[in-house]
């Protein structure tokens, strides 16, 4: 049985906790405020302590660092809200082991109730926490990605993120490195697909250029640039076997040997990786080694794609389109329902780039649907595209602007657009049905002599 003290002033959530923890065995308290729930921690023992961040008074992360001083080694909850990366950074750093975001549910309390006296090994935050962080997101989802950075960076573990391409997995390495004890040393990017196959080696390990066997590189290499820093691996995946072998033997002993050389050089580096590949499906093909594997994924973060925290879509349209137009840009309701509707498979580089050229389309700050490119085709798992939804009324609104914007279509337009859609159209019936013209007519639903003669009209009869 353990002694849990509950701060919350709102009545119903403490009484639905207390109802929770008392039926787990454990003994709670209450308090509607800070001030009161410092009164009571002064003169009472607690093993747990949930707190709510929104309080009358001084507020729950404001009233934290009290708290420690009469809880000494207890975990905190932080319940709230109202959860951005910067709420996140401050309660792990204030001390909180985990946050709750309301509203949850019942089994998600007893979850972190049980995991608090688990006392897991991220359970100590030593981060010292720097401001700041540019990570924007209102949906659950990323909610749930900001706590996991902010536990991240108040330890030294080893992040794998995973998550589509354009998801923002290394801006979360950024966010965990700035909010790292290790902010002030270096965040060193290393885009594994770019390395030239014959020199990724070298990049990374560094090399010396003649001389004598044991004499200091005359390359660093990556991973030596990235001591007393973070290195950056980002799409993990595509590692070769054989630098994966010389990358585990470096990371486990932590020194590499640079190229030419044999005299190993000591590193102090906290790795985050990243991968849109499923990691594990790679270790099981034998593409990758298992062994990294586990050394690259002490700590997981799933970043969720864009077209899953649709909420988000519109904060981060205005965000982007700020930062590009150096303004608030004014999207017409059809061009927020346009992209509220839209998958973007490439997520938040798709939403970036496609607000890039609508900017530049519409010559002002004000956007129409129009003024977007076509959205971007999924990839399927045989490696072709089915285009997205929507997407050919896009290219047709984008053709259909150029025509109308051309003087020389002037009272042709409607004839025009026809004539480049219509022999595609005609020609997939007759392939369709081996030129026969009496099926292709009749699925058409067009009379046989006037396909006939549309086909001729476009040089398509056999
Ligand atoms: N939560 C966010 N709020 C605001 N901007 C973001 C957010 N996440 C990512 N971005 C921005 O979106 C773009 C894509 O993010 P990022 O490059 O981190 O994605 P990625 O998953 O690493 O992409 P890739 O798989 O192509 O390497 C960048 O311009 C980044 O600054």
């Known amino acids: 049985m353990a002694r849990i003290l509950v701060v919350d002033d709102e009545p119903a959530i403490c009484w639905g906790i207390e109802q929770l923890a008392l039926s787990l065995g454990h003994e709670v308290e209450v308090a509607a405020s800070a ?10 023992h607690f093993d747990l302590l949930l707190l709510d961040v929104r309080l009358p008074g001084i507020d729950g992360i404001s009233a934290l660092p009290k708290f420690r001083e009469c809880l000494i080694s207890a975990p905190v909850v932080v319940m709230t809200a109202f ?25 998600e309390v007893r979850a972190t ?32 990605v900001f706590k996991r950075i902010a536990l991240a960076a108040s330890s030294e573990v080893s992040v ?41 080696e070298a990049e990374l390990f560094g090399h010396k250029i003649g001389g004598s066997s044991d004499s200091f590189p005359a390359r660093n290499g990556l991973l030596l640039e990235a001591s007393g820093g973070t290195l950056f691996l980002d799409e993990v995946a595509d590692i070769s076997l054989p630098i994966q072998a010389k990358l585990i033997r470096a990371l486990d002993q932590a020194e590499v040997i640079p190229l ?40 997981e973060i799933a970043i969720p794609p864009l077209r899953e925290r649709a909420d988000d879509i519109l904060l981060l349209a205005q965000h982007f389109a700020s930062l590009l137009a150096g303004e608030e840009a004014n999207f017409t309701k059809e061009t927020r329902d346009e992209l509220l509707q839209r998958k973007w498979f490439g997520n938040l580089d798709e939403l970036r780039d496609a607000l890039a050229q609508a900017l530049s389309n519409s010559g002002s700050g004000r956007i129409l649907p129009e003024h977007l490119p076509a959205p971007i085709a999924k990839q399927t798992d045989d490696g072709s595209s089915t285009v997205a939804t929507k997407s050919l009324e896009q290219l047709a609104r984008l053709r259909a602007a150029d025509l109308l914007g051309d ?22 019936a007759m392939d369709h049905f081996s030129n026969e013209y009496a099926p292709a007519a009749r699925a058409l639903g067009l009379h046989r002599t006037t396909l006939k003669r549309k086909l001729e009209q476009y040089g398509l009869a056999k």
């Open 35 to 44: 001030e009161q729930g410092l009164q009571i921690a002064a003169i009472t």
């Open 83 to 107: 959860g951005d990366l910067e709420t996140a950074v401050r309660a792990v750093q204030n001390g909180a082991f985990e946050y709750l975001l309301k509203p949850f549910d019942l089994a």
């Open 113 to 144: 109730i049980n995991r608090a006296f688990e006392l897991p090994s991220l359970s100590t935050p030593q981060a010292i926490v720097k401001a700041g962080g540019a990570m924007l997101g209102q949906t659950q989802g990323m909610q749930e």
């Open 160 to 200: 794998l993120i995973t998550g589509e391409q354009g998801v923002g997995k290394e801006e979360a390495a950024r966010a965990i490195h700035q909010h790292s004890t290790r902010s002030t040393g270096p965040f060193v990017a290393v885009n594994v697909k770019a390395l030239s196959p014959t020199m990724a």
């Open 260 to 299: 030419g050389t044999n005299r190993p050089i000591r590193t102090d580096i906290r790795v985050i990786s990243s991968s849109s590949q499923d990691l594990s499906h790679r270790v099981h093909s034998g593409e990758f080694r298992q062994d990294l594997c586990y050394h690259l994924s002490e700590f």
């Open 407 to 428: 003087p020389s279509s002037e009272g042709l337009v409607y004839e025009r657009f026809l004539e480049e859609v219509e022999p595609a159209l005609l020609q997939s």
